[in-house]
């Protein structure tokens, strides 16, 4: 069975920090790129950085040196770490693994408020 679990988010002051963990099962994760994107009310669904099967990375620009993305193979996991948090990042991020097929997971909800 396919799984992708997201955890970390939660309610956090502008400046805060939060990491976010996303587990995969029931597929090679190893040969999967992995996105993490976010959508908040209203809003497209975006993307906020990727990692490709090779370690390659990419950002938005809004988040460029403040988040960033990694993965360990050896957990099947990817991490998002937040630093500086905006009000405006305040969003549910999703993680999403893709190669032959697509996966993605629940979500879960960051919220950057005082």
């Known amino acids: 069975q396919v799984q992708l679990v997201e955890s970390g988010g939660g309610l956090v002051q502008p400046g805060g920090s939060l990491r976010l963990s996303c587990v995969a099962s029931?597929?090679?994760?190893?040969?999967?790129?992995v996105g993490w994107y976010r959508q908040a009310p209203g809003k497209e669904r975006e993307l906020v950085a990727k990692?490709?099967?090779?370690?390659?990375?990419s950002y938005l620009d809004s988040v460029k040196g403040r988040f960033t993305i990694s993965r360990d193979n050896d957990k099947n996991t990817v991490y998002l770490q937040m630093n500086s948090l905006k009000p405006e990042d305040t969003a549910v991020y999703y993680c999403?693994?893709?190669?032959?097929?697509?996966?993605w997971g629940q979500g879960t909800q960051v919220t950057v408020s005082s």
């Open positions: 990692i490709t099967n090779v370690g390659g990375l």
């Open positions: 999403n693994a893709i190669w032959v097929q697509s996966y």
């Open positions: 029931g597929f090679t994760f190893m040969d999967y790129g």
